[in-house]
């Protein structure tokens, strides 16, 4: 995950950035230092070989053809040269072996400051201090530009990451409601494109909300109507006389009562609003649980079973056994579903023909969507079963061969991973 971070991406950037600029501003920097010690080199030549050619010349005729040439005397002062330092670490090959062994004599001397060029005389009569002003003086600009792009650089990685920052907050909003199904809201009065998503998501927030309370109450309504008939016929029960028909209500009326209570426990793991109670299940036990449940004889489906247990919500799981089982018995023509296992694979196999063109299994799957026009199919079956089946992670697929729907579902034996 941190690998994939966007902040994490954008500093790296930046990073790069920042490591390409110095390393760019560098290369630049050591140029000018090039070109800088060559133009020192050069005058500090030209100096040698005017000093040179005044050499003849009397003392006062000396100072002024210098001067006509652009540089300064000055007096050589201690205080003067102390502060100044040589011009050059090696001395450049392209001057003369006179020159060279004047200077490494020490009667000559090439000296510099931040702004001015020296030539020392040390051993003229007087001794000469002759300067070119303003010659050793280094460009301010790269520095400045160098610096000016970092900082400008640095403001925008800490503007951009400030106008990023919210996202963390969204991104936690949006990891605590999947955990927890609690939603914090993040309404923003920023105008970038962040706020927009946040304000987007509280206003998408907001109505699921209000959906989930209508669906609770509308839930909670049609399992009051339920219940009331059924109180009601439970307690007429009393007054019949005892035989056949009685025994088939009170089994109707606690098949009611069950159904009732699967719904809402379905219900509750398919909104998210609970998560499944796992423990080992039988597949052919909750086949016969279903059967029951759908009033059907032991015939009417046939089962393979090689006694794997699969760790699911067993009350809730019976709901997927007959809502499978329904939907095959419903659109099979000799009326019999076949329920094949082997290990976590549970196959459910009915004959029929093929599909309407453009029906798909992902659409069956969809709520209130069936193949046909068939009034007593609310076209719910899938959706639960596909709902439950994702709740427990477990994965459901389906194909059509040789005149028969097969729905495989693949469960987990081992409830760890689960987690």
């Not at 005044?54 to 205080?79: A, E, K, T």
């Not at 949006?174 to 509280?202: C, F, H, M, V, W």
């Not at 719904?263 to 036990?285: H, M």
């Not at 199919?377 to 994965?395: E, M, N, P």
């Amino acid at each position: 995950m941190i690998r994939r971070s966007l902040f994490l991406k954008i500093t790296l950037f930046f990073l790069i950035v920042f490591v390409v600029m110095g390393v760019g501003f560098y290369a630049v920097h050591q140029e000018l230092e090039r070109e800088h010690k060559h133009r020192l080199q050069s005058e500090a030549g030209k100096m040698l070989l005017l000093l040179r050619q005044s050499v003849p010349l009397p003392p006062p005729m000396r100072r002024s053809f210098l001067q006509r040439n652009g540089y300064s005397i000055v007096d050589p002062h201690p205080d003067l040269i102390r502060p100044l330092r040589d011009a050059f670490a090696v001395l450049p090959e392209t001057y003369s072996e006179a020159v060279r062994e004047s200077i490494e004599q020490g009667r000559i001397r090439i000296l510099k400051d931040d702004r001015h060029l020296y030539v020392y005389l040390t051993q003229a009569a007087p001794p000469m201090l002759v300067v070119k002003a303003d010659i050793a003086r280094k460009p301010f600009w790269p520095e400045a530009l160098f610096g000016t792009l970092l900082a400008a650089l640095l403001l925008f990685y800490l503007l951009i990451i400030k106008t990023l920052f919210p996202l963390k907050t969204l991104i936690r909003t949006i990891e605590r409601y999947g955990d927890e199904g609690k939603y914090l809201p993040i309404q923003s009065s920023r105008k970038d494109e962040i706020a927009t998503i946040s304000n987007a998501l509280d206003e998408a927030m907001h109505k699921n909300q209000k959906l989930m309370e209508a669906r609770r109450l509308f839930l909670r309504n049609i399992m009051h109507e339920l219940k009331t008939p059924i109180t009601a016929g439970k307690l007429a029960l009393p007054f019949l006389k005892n035989g056949e028909e009685k025994s088939i209500l009170e089994r109707a009326f606690l098949r009611m009562q069950h159904l009732i209570a699967e719904v809402v426990r379905v219900e509750q793991i398919t909104s998210g609003a609970l998560s499944p109670t796992l423990k080992a299940c039988r597949p052919k036990e909750l086949a016969d649980k279903a059967a029951k449940l759908l009033f059907l004889p032991p015939e009417a489906v046939e089962g393979i079973y090689d006694d794997t247990e699969i760790h699911a919500d067993c009350d809730v799981f019976v709901s997927v056994f007959k809502n499978l089982i329904d939907n095959g018995l419903k659109y099979s023509p000799d009326h019999t579903v076949r329920i094949v296992q082997t290990g976590v694979r549970i196959v459910f196999s009915n004959r029929g023909e093929p599909w309407p063109r453009g029906c798909t299994f992902d659409s069956l799957c969809e709520p209130f969507h069936h193949p046909d026009a068939d009034p007593n199919s609310f076209g719910l079956g899938l959706y639960i079963v596909k709902s439950v089946i994702d709740a427990h992670g477990f994965t459901m697929s389906y194909r059509y061969d040789s005149g028969e729907h097969h729905f495989e579902l693949v469960c987990r034996s081992d409830p760890a991973a689960h987690g």
